[in-house]
């Protein structure tokens, strides 16, 4: 396959994740959910152009992917959120031409659905996306043709007709019959000949007329950023200065007539040409470019500028934002490094600290005003730990570089080591936090260490809205008439959430209790939730005002999946801006 086709396919893959996972983690109409259709639809829309296709169907037959019948990649290397789409006894996925990005959220939730796939389609209006249950069928060997005509030197010194009377004649003895078949077949030379050099033609003309747009384009569009201009000859003498372009030098045209564009002396100024300025040569076009003035008003002006290409890669527009801005976009970086540095570096020292407070916390300690010192300590410690935490994995989240690594696991070992984290908290508070093992539950395909976390996350919020003396029960479920999910349970005592709220905890920056205030990021949930969705699983909560909250978290069964690290997007990390260290960024070093 052409590695042009190729890159194409994997950008709308990326894309189509992107749609996938944010439609699950954020409400319909979210812009950050809207913007990630978009780009699945025009990524997609130019996958088809290339191809010339009226739809485009992806795959899943034995563990290939495939689109149109053409392996793209395997099973295992696809993302759990298109992986979970198969899942639902779907073979295909046809996607039309005119599909839109309605069409890529709504499509998107299907899996969380659980609804059957043709009804869950019909019942959201689906127009550009059907799934279909067509097999793929290896093609048979058809044999091998009986006879091969080989035709030794006869023709090589011949011209085509000679050849083609000749051939004809290996054929058939008959000669009025190989009269026939030779004018037919250069009659039929003929009309091919002349339709391939129309067609030629037709396509010079048409690249011909593509270039001259091209080049208006450009030069419209240069044009339309500058207001004034500056005309030299073709030696790069200057010949003439409009009136607005003699501010911007600061000389007049009798100053600067005659001279090269770079013998200007200029301070503030910046000077971008190209070397070769003449319009006509029998040379190969040079295209490099000369820039003159200050390296960081040069640097300043490029970051402040961004070119718009269309999908040819053509130039058809700019954007661009004052140079203060970007400065300001700059300052924005630093201080997400500062923040991501900062608690990195708390983390070991916090470690050490809870640590020890465990280990005091294990001797019996008569005075009661330090018994009570001590619980607020181990309380505050894991507060620290657990905003540290939530900034950490959401920055992670956010550039795409939480890894998962998948596994098969078992849910009671998981569910018992996470409420062994949070034991000495609930101590500290008077909680009974117990365990209720399912010795029936099959073993799940997660990453251990981030559904340890999905479980201390959700024990964390039970223990801070829980009073004094409640109960918190983490346990696990198992039933047959949803076989291809383990449910994990985190149940208390606590206050209890409004129904009207229980929607809006699983958002960025939201904290909801009844009647109590208490300190965090309010990423916890948003955390949570998405750590789940991207293992294949789904996050839920009952819940009644004064008794307490129940969160429901389904993963997915293991069934003989291989060990893999699953990255939350196709993205390759994405380099610093700066080689150079975060501290010297920040104190300009």
Partial sequence: M?????????????????????????????????????????????????????KISFALWEGKFLMNGLQITTQDRLPNSILNIYKLHIDSIEIDKDVSNSDFILFSKIAASKQNPDEFIKSNNIKGIKVTRDKYIKSKETGKLSEVFEINGDIKEKDFESSLKLIVSRLTDNHEVQQKIVSALLDKFRTEVENLIERAVKEVKKEKIKVENDYTRTQSVISNIAASEITIDKDGNIIMVSPDAEKITGKELKEISGKKIFDIALEEQIINIANEIKTVSDEKFNSSVSVKGKSDMIDAIRKSTAMIKNQDGKIVGTISVPPNLVKLKEVEQLKSDFISSVTHELRSPLASIKMALDLISRENIA???????????????????SVINDILDFSKLQSGKMIFNMDKHSPNDIAQSAADSMTPWAKSKNLNLSVVKNPLAPCVYVDRKRTEQILINLISNAIKFTPESGNITVSIDYDNSNPNYVKFLVKDTGCGIKKDDQEKIFERFVQVAQGVEFGGTGLGLAITKAMVIMQGGSISVESDVGKGSTFYVFLPVHKGQTLKAEILNFEENKKDFSSKPWWKRLFRI
């Fill in 367 to 385: 005075n009661q005003n330090a018994r009570v010192m001590l619980n607020t300590a181990i309380r505050n410690a894991e507060r620290l730990n």
């Fill in 2 to 54: 052409d590695n042009d086709i190729k890159a194409y396919i994997i950008d709308f893959l990326k894309s189509f994740t992107r749609v996938i996972v944010e439609s699950n983690l954020y409400d319909k109409e979210h812009p950050q959910v809207k913007d990630s259709a978009n780009d699945a639809v025009f990524k997609f829309k130019r996958l088809v152009e290339k191809l010339s296709l009226e």
